[in-house]
């Protein structure tokens, strides 16, 4: 099957007369947009909450959907060029580093110890200790990172399939398809681990499949494709999601927020939400910024809005980061803000980078980490 996929800017719906043929695939790009108003200045915020500096590094430009693997003590991450890097949570060193021969399309997918990336020529290749252990070509794009769990490489393909393969030998072990609409979005999915169960985002859909052989367990909506063309129909599940105990919440593109019991496969609740980038919660709330800039925050068990707030309206904001002294989120001028959980006042602000963030805030060995567009990697504490 042709397969159509949506580079993403955030800022106005792609246009038909912007694409470029390359093969089989039509990549459309935001080339022209609608205006978008300036947002306000915000005046010299008091810092009700320290945000400290602790290491910065620098892994390459990131132009490709990369998100960051936190297991531990160690940072997986890569450049879109091709450089694979482990890095020590605590002091932002190399623990190794690898360039390989293909720009990268997806990535990082970790265990710890097993990393697996996906090639810009549809090849999935597995690493461990800086070597490459083995390459397996796709048969079509990905640009979801692949999961490693239980000894297993699963990917999420862009014609909407989902692969296992054995995570020693590179051996496929079996496929699951699911038809769905024909535009698909350029940007990290849904695919992670639930106790014995894989979920992955379909179209609107989140899915359970056994990942032993692939059976589809139990699939609850949480936006349906609506509309009189194929953009306005585009409701694929977006990367960051979130868990908390057997609550899984996700986005669905410029759709719709929602939290799925993935023990029992039973939708809870979905609340209409226009935006592009993930979520982010804790055992109370959901935190969905919105296109506009507006963060929303909803209750995690019943769907009900416990506030909102417009101080960052208008600017283009990075999927938000969940943490015990607040909301960490950027945007695409290279603040990073942190908010009240409470109402979503302003904390501080700190200048990272002239750019924007290349994927969402991460936690791991003690360090919030965020990494801009340019590659610099920068590692923080919140005292």
Do not use: H
């Amino acid at each position: 099957m042709n397969i159509t996929t949506l580079s993403w800017l955030r800022i106005a719906r792609p246009t038909l007369a912007c694409a470029a043929v390359v093969g089989v695939v039509l990549a459309l790009s935001a080339c022209s947009s609608t205006s978008r108003p300036q947002p306000s200045e915000i005046p010299g915020v008091p810092v009700l909450q320290d945000i400290r500096t602790s290491w910065t590094a620098n892994v390459g430009k990131v132009d490709f959907p990369m998100v960051v693997s936190g297991r531990e003590d160690r940072l997986i991450l890569a450049s879109g060029q091709g450089v694979v890097a482990v890095l020590d949570a605590a002091t932002g060193k190399d623990i190794w580093r690898l360039k390989l021969d293909q720009p990268l399309a997806a990535g990082v997918g970790s265990d710890g110890q097993q990393v697996a990336v996906v090639t810009r020529n549809n090849e999935l290749v597995t690493l461990q200790d800086g070597k490459v252990q083995w390459r397996k070509r796709l048969p079509a794009q990905s640009f979801t990172p692949p999961l490693v769990a239980g000894a297993r490489i699963f990917v999420l393909t862009a014609d909407r399939s989902v692969i296992a393969f054995d995570g020693a030998s590179g051996r496929q072990l079996w496929t699951q398809q699911r038809p769905g609409e024909p535009l698909v979005l350029k940007q990290a999915g849904v695919l992670l681990a639930f106790k014995d169960t894989l979920l992955v985002g379909l179209s609107g859909r989140l899915i359970g499949l056994a990942p032993n052989t692939g059976v589809i367990r139990w699939e609850s909506a949480i936006a349906t494709p609506r509309g009189t063309n194929d953009v306005e129909r585009l409701v694929d599940l977006v990367n960051p999601s979130d868990r908390v105990g057997d609550v899984v919440c996700v986005r669905a593109f410029q759709a719709a927020v929602g939290c799925v019991n993935a023990q029992t496969g039973q939708g809870m609740w979905t609340r209409p939400s226009v935006g592009e980038m993930g979520v982010s919660g804790n055992d109370n709330l959901l935190i969905a910024p919105l296109s506009n800039g507006v963060v929303q925050a909803w209750n995690r068990t019943t769907g009900e809005r416990m506030w909102e707030t417009e101080r960052l309206k208008y600017r283009i904001l990075s999927a938000p980061l969940v943490t015990p002294r607040g909301i960490m989120v950027a945007d695409n001028g290279g603040w990073l803000y942190l908010l009240s959980l409470t109402d979503g006042a302003l904390l501080n602000r700190i200048k990272l980078d002239s750019d924007e963030l290349a994927t969402a805030p991460v936690f791991a060995g003690g360090r919030y980490v965020v990494v801009t567009r340019e590659g610099r990697v920068t590692g923080l504490q919140i005292p």
